[in-house]
């Protein structure tokens, strides 16, 4: 049985930094694509950042790029979102995904298994 299970979300200040980790476990993910989505209250999930199976290539929203960083350690089938300074833009629910399917990464009907998120706040 896969599973996805997010930890890091919390209160975060504005201007401070959010680190999340997804640990998976169910079966071999080293060919996995693994990504973060964020969900906001009252709005649609939408896509955060991306890494390849082989963490070879990364993606970013444009509303993260520059301040975020998304890496895998494949060996603990793990993936890491690191977020620098935050604004309540970054507020919502933050949700791991993973696929070993060649898809759109940034969609959110592309993924095969989810987690069941963690909530971030920011702060003013």
């Known amino acids: 049985q896969v599973q996805l299970v997010e930890s890091g979300g919390g209160l975060v200040q504005a201007g401070g930094s959010l680190r999340l980790s997804c640990a998976a476990s169910?079966?071999?993910?080293?060919?996995?694509?693994m990504s973060w989505f964020r969900q906001a209250p009252g709005q649609e999930r939408v896509f955060v950042a991306a890494v390849s199976w082989n963490a070879g290539s990364t993606y970013y929203a444009p509303s993260v790029l520059g301040r975020c960083s998304i890496t895998r350690d494949t060996a603990k089938s793990t993936v890491y979102l690191h977020v620098e300074d935050v604004t309540s833009e970054d507020t919502g629910v933050y949700y791991c995904a993973t696929t070993d399917r060649l898809v759109q990464l940034s969609s959110v009907g592309e993924y095969d298994y989810w987690g069941q998120g963690t909530q971030v706040t920011v702060s003013s």
């Open positions: 169910g079966r071999d993910f080293s060919n996995y694509a």
